[in-house]
């Protein structure tokens, strides 16, 4: 018994020793996969300035510089050059907070020294952190973290940010937080309790730039901004489906407050959902790879880029893309309102890009329809604040609201408006150039 006992301890030192090698083989090529992965994306460059090798580990010198105009050549924003460090441990031995066992713990980070001129914090950590840490299994486990900064002026207020998350059975999880941001000047603004939460597929390839089932949510508790604006539970969710079989996606935007607030206007309850549906993942995967291999990916005509999506416009629009707004709606002091649109294009025979600038042929080949509600007294203030507006003259004077009502009165009457109880409602379509509203032509 000491004897196969003897033999498994020699086994398994054995494995302890020989293993960080192997993977110090397989961390280098998917380091180098990255890097590639990142050169190949518009405006990306980034490259290996140094790694120093040991055998239980490695410590890499990374440069990423990102050029915004490459993307948008009007960006007023130039180069943004950065330094990441990651200095790795190699298993199957990590004893770290996320693992004691692995293939390999990375700790990344980006010292950002000259950001200590402007900010402060604390002298023994980098301005972001970020944890890596790969199972024997594959699962990828990480935690990210900005500590808590201000300016040398303590006008700027950081409370410091943390998160975490889990790649595991080709679902990436991550969810991260951060209490306040305060900035003390001129313009006092305010952010509290900021979450944000992350779901998505992993198992399609991250290379190919198409659509990938996803769930995204960010929240915020409290916005302020001096005396001219205030949000309260604000919230924004992106949600993106797609059919596999089919390669026929979705992607929702949704957009949520309690209350938002101006100098002239409050609402609460506020929520804006748009769609777009019907998109052909086949045709946008391919669209970016040509793209992304095009032999001038800096062509200032954009020759190319036209080219690509001319040859792929009308496969894409076979599918029948759609545009939706799903709900528009809110409450003010007077009144609620609730609107909507759903919107496609008609069967277009040889479409060209050039086509898509023309005002003409969205007016011709759209299809849309537009539902609005509105309670009455909240219809009757909008009229009276733009007969108001129109007349140059206070919006309390009586004949502004005798005048709003004669307006609302002649669209009710002329059919353009129905009257439900204490709710106005109106229908507007477009069809083969024609603009109709409650059935009802008009010229566009």
């Not at 790969?134 to 699962?139: C, D, F, Y």
């Not at 059919?415 to 008009?442: A, C, F, H, M, W």
Request: proline content about 5%; aromatic content about 6%.
């Amino acid at each position: 018994m000491k004897k196969l006992l003897g033999i498994l301890v020699i086994v398994l030192a054995a494995v302890c020793i020989i293993s960080p090698k192997i993977i110090a083989g397989q961390y280098q090529k998917q380091l180098e996969s990255f890097i590639a992965y990142l050169n190949q994306s518009a405006g990306y460059h980034a490259k290996i300035e140094s790694m120093d090798n040991s055998w239980f580990g490695s410590k890499a010198n990374i440069s990423v510089e990102v050029d915004p105009s490459t993307i948008d050549p009007n960006s007023p924003i130039g180069s943004i050059k950065a330094n990441i460090i990651l200095d790795t441990h190699y298993g199957p031995l990590l004893f770290n907070k996320q693992s004691l066992i692995g293939l390999y713990s990375t700790q990344a980070s980006i010292p950002a020294d000259k950001a200590r001129d402007t900010l402060v914090w604390d002298d023994n950590k980098p301005l972001y952190q970020l944890n890596i840490t790969r199972g024997l299994t594959g699962n990828l486990t990480m935690a990210d973290a900005i500590p808590s900064f201000t300016d040398k002026a303590k006008t700027l207020l950081f409370s410091g940010y943390s998160g975490s998350g889990e790649n595991k059975n080709n679902t990436f999880h991550y969810q991260g937080a951060l209490k306040n941001i305060n900035i003390d000047d001129q313009q006092p603004a305010s952010l509290k309790d900021l979450s944000v939460k992350l779901a998505m597929d992993t198992s399609v390839d991250l290379n190919n730039g198409g659509l990938r089932d996803s769930d995204m949510t960010l929240k915020v508790g409290d916005i302020q901004v001096a005396s001219k604006m205030a949000i309260k539970g604000l919230s924004i969710n992106t949600h993106s489906d797609l059919d596999k079989k089919t390669q026929l996606g979705d992607i929702k935007i949704s957009y949520g407050a309690d209350s938002f607030s101006l100098p002239s206007v409050q609402v609460t309850n506020l929520s804006l959902v748009t769609e777009l549906k019907n998109l052909n993942n086949a045709v946008l995967t391919k669209i970016y790879k040509e793209l992304n291999n095009a032999p001038d990916g800096t062509d200032p005509t954009n020759q190319k880029t036209i080219a690509v999506l001319q040859d792929n416009l009308g496969p894409f629009l076979a599918s029948k893309p759609e545009f939706n707004i799903s709900d528009f709606s809110g409450t003010l002091p007077e009144g609620s309102f609730k609107s909507s649109l759903t919107s496609k294009l008609a069967d277009i025979n040889d479409p060209k890009v050039e086509d898509l600038f023309n005002p003409q042929f969205w007016k011709y080949y759209t299809i849309s329809t537009a539902n609005i509600l509105v309670d009455a007294p909240l219809a009757d203030k909008l009229a009276q604040q733009f007969v108001a507006k129109q007349a140059q003259v206070p919006v309390q004077l009586p004949q502004v609201k005798q005048q709003a009502q004669m307006i609302i009165g002649n669209f009710v009457q002329q059919g353009l408006i129905k009257k439900e109880k204490d709710q106005y409602r109106t229908e507007i379509s477009i069809k083969d150039g024609q603009l109709s509203v409650n059935n009802i032509p008009l010229p566009m």
